[in-house]
């Protein structure tokens, strides 16, 4: 008998589920990492333009590197993780954005749907965020996706294994342009770093989390 496969929402992480698109012990530690990976001399890579919107941290990382004429070698996953371990707090409950954890616990009561991060965090950052905000027991770590490369489209391909309907919560116009190369439905939250107007491809747009409720809550009943 074929498994009927359930229902899947894909959250994005900073910026969705947390308040902050860059979180600052996080930026410390990729920066820190890229240093030390590529023999860079400290601060050097402070005045490098990036935007960071809607790019994995392998994406980001990489482009720090290439801009100092370097490459990341192949311990700098390891060095990242690390740097990022020993920087971040034990507790990041008050970096969850308002109104995520009774829309995450409201989720889970009303069962039915997966929930699974679609991040472009490297995974063992995107889980010490997850366990120390006290997020982790609503989402499916195991089965989440990570940034694994610079395409932020590979997250989401990762999270898609054993799925049924999936829809995307995220947060910026690159999050919703990689859902639809991948024919994901997008939920875009408006935030302080990108506004309707530039959200305005996603199929769904909520200016707030409750809104976002109400969106998943339609969503569910199709």
């Known amino acids: ?5 359930r229902k899947t929402i894909l959250l994005d992480f900073d910026g969705t589920l947390l308040r902050q698109v860059t979180y600052p012990p996080q930026t410390e530690a990729l920066w820190g990492s ?3 990976s590529c023999k860079i001399p400290h601060g050097a890579l402070a005045a490098v333009p990036i935007d960071r919107l809607g790019k994995t941290d392998y994406g980001v990382a990489s482009e720090l590197a290439a801009s100092q004429g370097s490459w990341l070698d192949a311990g700098w996953w390891d060095l990242y993780a690390v740097l990022f371990e020993n920087q971040c707090p034990l ?4 970096e969850v954005r308002p109104g995520v954890v009774p829309l995450l616990a409201w ?3 009303t069962g039915g749907v997966d929930l699974r991060l679609a991040t472009g965090n490297h995974q063992p950052v995107a889980e010490l965020k997850a366990h120390r905000s006290g997020l982790s027991p609503w989402l499916d770590l195991q089965h989440s996706g990570y940034g694994a490369t610079d395409d932020r ?4 391909r990762m999270a898609l294994e054993d799925t049924g309907d999936v829809i995307y919560v995220c947060d910026t116009a690159r999050d919703v ?3 639809h190369v991948l024919g994901i439905e997008a939920l875009a939250l ?3 770093e990108q506004t309707a107007e530039q959200l305005a491809e996603a199929d769904h747009v909520a200016a707030n989390v409750q809104g976002l409720r109400g969106v998943l809550a339609a969503w569910m009943e199709k």
Do not use: P, Q, W, Y
């Open 1 to 5: 008998m074929t498994k009927l496969k």
């Open 190 to 192: 408006v935030t302080e």
């Open 91 to 94: 507790n990041l409950v008050e």
């Open 177 to 179: 342009a990689a859902a």
């Open 34 to 36: 890229v240093e030390i």
């Open 153 to 156: 489209r590979d997250a989401l």
């Open 107 to 109: 989720l889970s009561i």
